[in-house]
RNA sequence: GUGAGUGUAGCUCAGCGGCAGAGCAUCUGACUGUGGCUCAGAGGGUCGCGGGUUCAAGCCCCGUCACUCACCCCA
């Protein structure tokens, strides 16, 4: 073979595609009835857009990048998610002179330079969804059981809600300091990672897995037990405004974002399902300081995006029935192929999904490859039928037949009549 | 970046020094004009790649690449 393609990179085809489209028509249906809009972005941008606004010292930026120069000189990025790019273009084009708040939602790849492994690969793809300009706790309960809606149409159980709230550059500072001195007496007992994290970003010493880390932690204090008065409010009453909306979370003071321009409430869904070790299926938070940052005015914003990968591992098995032509025309001999040709020709046009047979083959080749691509319905036209301009339309499951008239319309009248 | 496992037909895999195989899938026929069942046959291979050992290497050895899984981290 001379040609494969990347690592961790995949071409995605028949049946497999069936689930990513039916998944994605979920995701627009219920997009629409939240009345979010969708936003095309770029899969490229300034590898500043990325590095500012995600943070210098996460392991996206400082090891997970498809970063390269142009042949202007210039640093381009490979989009690793979609939240940049989107407040990118919300303040570029000035969406903020639109009735508040505006709601948008994506779905593309984003590249990632990472081992590939179950449930992660280089290329993947996200279903996004952003609001901008909603301060109220009222937002998030209604993003997130937005992204409970479309996780249960999907098809999927067994989903754990874990939330919590990462403060705001008012109250982290302390937070920080306090589980600093905690850890700090007993630094010597966590692992490198966990010493290394100490300095750079020491809310990821909540995230580690190492046993002798976990215990090690244990009694150190919780980031929602310091938070300020306006965090802890938004909280509460995030709480409130899901349980009056039926979605079921627990709260998870560990939680921690990759990100660094997450405030205030975080979020991620995970599958209790799932074999592999990677079961976060979505994520989200809220940004408030994000707009500003990049030149816009100072707007508050919530989002969340979903691993499409993750969830079609989890939605593989439930994935049903797929659609065979509603007609194949089989033809014996020259003219009669013709006609059948051009019979398919008018009903495509009517929408009716009709095959024929392009090559000779015996009636029974033919009969055979109309089973097997999933026919609903077979009509045989040889001399006979020709001459007397009638056939037998046979419905492949009942095996029941009518006689119809080789017009599109009667035909197209019968299938309706024979196989709905 | 670290560690482990696996590379043989389109797919799932067997073969473990001696002619490259099975099941499924594809195509054809048995059955001039009605599919699904059965039977027979056909096509399809750089045994990942390179080197070594050997009279002889999918098989043993070395290297390399790819894939998979796990760690790190994340969707």
């Known amino acids: 073979m001379k040609y ?68 202007g000189g210039r640093s381009v990025t490979l989009r690793p998610e979609g939240t940049a790019s989107f407040i990118r273009s919300y303040v570029e084009h000035y969406l903020y002179n639109e009735p508040s708040p505006q709601k948008f939602y994506y779905m593309g790849p984003m590249f990632r330079y990472e081992r ?10 996200q279903i996004g969804a952003e609001v901008i300009g909603a301060e109220s706790a009222m937002m998030d309960a209604e993003v997130i059981s937005m992204l409970s809606l479309i996780l249960e ?35 010597e007992s966590f692992c490198d990672d966990c010493r290394r994290r100490f300095d750079i970003n020491p809310l ?31 909280l509460e ?67 969340f995006a979903i691993g499409m990968e993750r969830i079609i591992q989890l939605a593989r098995s439930l994935n049903d029935e797929f659609e065979g ?7 014996l001999g020259d003219d009669e192929s013709a006609k059948a040709l051009g019979l ?29 691509i999933g026919a609903k319905s077979v009509i045989v036209i040889g001399e006979n039928e020709l001459k007397c301009n009638t056939a037998k339309l046979k419905a492949m499951k009942s095996g029941e037949s009518s006689d119809v008239s080789l017009s599109a319309d009667d035909i197209a009248t019968a299938l309706n009549k024979l196989v709905g």
């Open 153 to 187: 149409r999907i098809g999927l159980d067994n989903l754990s809600f874990e939330i919590t709230s990462i403060g705001c550059p008012d109250c982290r500072p302390a937070y920080t300091a306090a589980l600093k001195d905690y850890i700090r007496e007993k630094i």
């Open 237 to 303: 009453s995030l709480k409130h405004h899901l349980r009056i909306l039926g979605v079921s979370f627990v709260i998870n003071p560990a939680l921690v974002r990759g990100l660094d321009y997450y405030t205030k409430t975080a979020f991620e869904v995970k599958s209790m399902s799932s074999s592999g070790s990677q079961n976060a299926v979505a994520a989200g938070g809220r940004y408030d300081r994000m707009v500003k940052e990049f030149g816009g005015p100072d707007l508050p914003g919530i989002g």
């Open 204 to 234: 990821r010493l909540l995230d580690c897995k190492v046993p002798s880390c976990i215990k090690e932690r244990e009694g150190s204090p919780a980031v929602i037990e310091h938070l300020c008065g306006g965090c802890g409010e938004h």
């Open 4 to 71: 494969k393609s990347l690592k961790g990179v995949h071409d995605i085809y028949p049946p497999d595609i069936f689930i990513w489209q039916r998944i994605e028509n979920i995701s627009r249906d219920i997009f629409r009835n939240y009345g979010y809009r969708e936003i095309r972005l770029p899969i490229i941008e300034s590898t500043e857009i990325f590095t500012r606004s995600i943070g210098e010292t996460t392991d996206i930026v400082e090891k997970e990048m498809y970063t390269f120069t142009d042949k």
């Open 344 to 372: 398919a020709n008018r009903l495509r046009q009517k929408g009716v999904w009709a095959e024929v047979s392009h090559d000779k083959a015996s009636l029974r080749s033919q009969m055979n490859r109309a089973n097997r």
């Open 116 to 125: 590939p492994q179950s449930g992660r690969q280089r290329q993947f793809y």
């Open 325 to 331: 032509p509603d007609i194949f025309i089989c033809s």
